[in-house]
């Protein structure tokens, strides 16, 4: 079965860290690129973090860069996000999500992008 | 970065009568490899969002073909033919070629 199931959520206060993990199977993760999408409570999806396959190629939305840190472990076929300096408006649903758009997959022409999403793992951050 | 800008952000419908969802960028999202990566999701409450459309005009398995998109550029569109109940929810639109950003969102209610 195909699926991603993300982990590691929870209550943290601000200026804290926070890693989560996402596990994957059912498909080649290690030539797959992956994404971690975010939703705030009663709101609308923010892209926050994407990886390339090979971890070679990454960026941020700019409101999490130079806190949170992607990275992934092909041989584990596990998917992380590092949560650092955290702040109240980092609460939110954090989703997993295969994206091989533009090239972030080793193979294919970019149809897998976006199509397998786990159910989430939820952060809040509270004093 | 680029902008996605959807309208309108609520749109209530009659069952039976068509939807329409304008999505627009800020840059071209053609890649350098000629596709253009403009997706749609479709999230129900309390569910994780499903992909509808990839590639502007590609349905996903499974998808009822009421669901079409078109368009090109900078400016797509969704459009649901007749409007069922499961239709209900909300609809991002999402750019992969520079990156990734999604639209604010519209909700599809029923009148």
């Known amino acids: 079965e195909v699926q991603l199931v993300e982990s590691g959520g929870g209550v943290i206060r601000p200026g804290e860290s926070l890693r989560l993990s996402c596990a994957a199977s059912?498909?080649?993760?290690?030539?797959?690129?992956m994404s971690w999408v975010r939703q705030p409570p009663g709101k609308g999806l923010e892209w926050v973090s994407g990886?390339?396959?090979?971890?070679?190629?990454?960026d941020y939305s700019d409101s999490v860069r130079g806190r949170f840190i992607i990275s992934r472990d092909n041989a584990k076929n596990s998917l992380y996000l590092q949560l650092n300096n955290v702040r109240a408006e980092d609460t939110a649903l954090y989703y997993c999500?295969?994206?091989?758009?533009?090239?972030?997959?080793?193979?294919?022409?970019?149809?897998?992008?976006?199509?397998?999403w786990g159910q989430g793992t939820m952060v809040t951050v509270s004093s | 970065d680029v902008v996605m800008t959807q309208s309108p952000l609520s749109l209530p419908v009659n069952i039976g009568q068509p939807a329409s969802i304008s999505c627009k960028s800020s840059?071209?999202?053609?890649?350098?490899?000629?596709?253009?990566?403009l997706s749609w999701f479709l999230q129900r409450p309390g569910q994780s969002p499903r992909r509808l459309i990839y590639?502007?005009?590609k349905r996903d398995s499974g998808v009822p073909d009421r669901f079409s998109g078109s368009g090109s550029g900078t400016d797509f569109t969704l459009k649901i033919s007749r409007v069922e109940a499961e239709d209900v929810g909300v609809y991002y639109c999402?750019?992969?070629?520079?990156?990734?950003?999604f639209g604010q969102g519209t909700k599809v209610e029923i009148k």
């Open positions: 059912g498909f080649r993760f290690d030539g797959s690129g």
């Open positions: 990886i390339n396959w090979n971890g070679n190629s990454l």
């Open positions: 590639k502007v005009s």
């Open positions: 999402l750019q992969g070629a520079h990156w990734r950003t």
């Open positions: 999500v295969r994206d091989c758009s533009a090239g972030s997959c080793s193979s294919g022409n970019g149809d897998d992008a976006f199509d397998i």
């Open positions: 840059q071209s999202l053609v890649y350098k490899d000629g596709n253009t990566f």
